[in-house]
């Protein structure tokens, strides 16, 4: 959760006001208490100690229903009612209720629609407001959320990390990345995204040898990418244990040449980086921008039948300030059927709910882990409570 936002369990009484003054400004206070609000979970999200946000939940056994979802104006585009919805899909995940779902507003329609859910029955007018109801499968959480895939960054065979792709920024975290692995496999994580920095310097693999390691002593699915500039070094790559060779700067370069890799080795054993900067392609660690618009670059890639893809805004990595959501956004709009992994700019655990709204199926993390800004115990309580990983 943000700094200075809480969210906590509130009475009846206290949502009304807020419940009132959002979604029917012109009414008494006394109408907008439902019938059955003493049977209800009410749920206030604070901020500094601030009523800012109301939600007001109805379970059963095997669904549950939420009612007056209500943020305060001044609260607009903070993403409070994204967190209120994900407070009470997690309530309901540790009830083991399956399905939830409301009454939607024709209006908060691509609201609830980003977060999977689906429509489920007609529209209907009531109060002069028209409605329709909608449902989400809480208990198929294979099919929505977002896999959190933590980085490890290589240089002298010691898990690093530099900050806005600078040598000269290099903080050691670990001697030993294949310990940083297992910690990971430990609390459930599945992907790791391991990155030769030496080899990205180089022009070639370097670290196989971590690669090798953690790939034969955790059973985690691995992609690997620094480097990666001949057929030998993808060759190695795979031969020592990578599910995926991490693309980027070859793609652009020599497109005829990682075409021909596609072909050879199947989309599914790639996974394209597209590096940006102001929506143009950025390569040579990230010290040269091109002229080539992210979108063109992902249409003619995509059209090779590339589907695994992660996008950096280098504006963003490296600096906890937060991710390039609405660039993102931007992305899946055009590219909706791709497998879309977010990277750069993750602070908080806040930021991933926010890109698993937006529809990115994956986020790369990786400072935000070392620094401590998102604990082990936060991951590990992530993954427990269904989201994919």
Partial sequence: MIRGIQIRRITTDETLELRRDVLYPDWELTRVKLDHDEYGVHFGLFEDNRLRGVASLFPQKDQAQFRKLAVHPDCQGKRYGSMLMQHMEDFCRKEHIPMLWCNARDSAEGFYLKRGYEYW??????????FIKMKVQLDKTTDSGITVIPAIDIIDGKCVR????????KKVYNEHPLEVAKAFESIGI???H?????????GAVVNWK????????????????????????LRIVYENGAALATIGSIAVKDPALFSGWVKKYGADKIFLGADVKEEKIAVGGWLETTELSVFDFL??????GVQHIFC???AKDGLLQGPSVALYEKILQRFPQIDFVASGGVSTMADVH???????????????????????????DFIKLGIRN
């Fill in 121 to 130: 029955g007609d529209h209907f007018v009531k109060d002069n407001i028209v």
């Fill in 162 to 169: 530099l900050t806005q792709g600078d040598y000269a920024q």
């Fill in 190 to 192: 599945r992907r790791l």
């Fill in 194 to 202: 391991l990155v030769d920095l030496d080899g990205a310097k180089k």
């Fill in 210 to 233: 971590v690669l090798e390691a953690i790939a034969g002593k955790t059973n985690l699915v691995i992609d690997f990418g620094g480097g990666i500039k001949t057929e030998d070094d």
């Fill in 299 to 304: 249409e003619e890639n995509v059209k090779q």
């Fill in 312 to 314: 950096t805004d280098i």
């Fill in 354 to 380: 926010a890109l698993a709204e937006a529809g990115c199926s994956g986020v790369i993390v990786g400072k935000a882990i070392y620094e401590e800004r998102i604990s082990m115990k936060e991951l590990a």
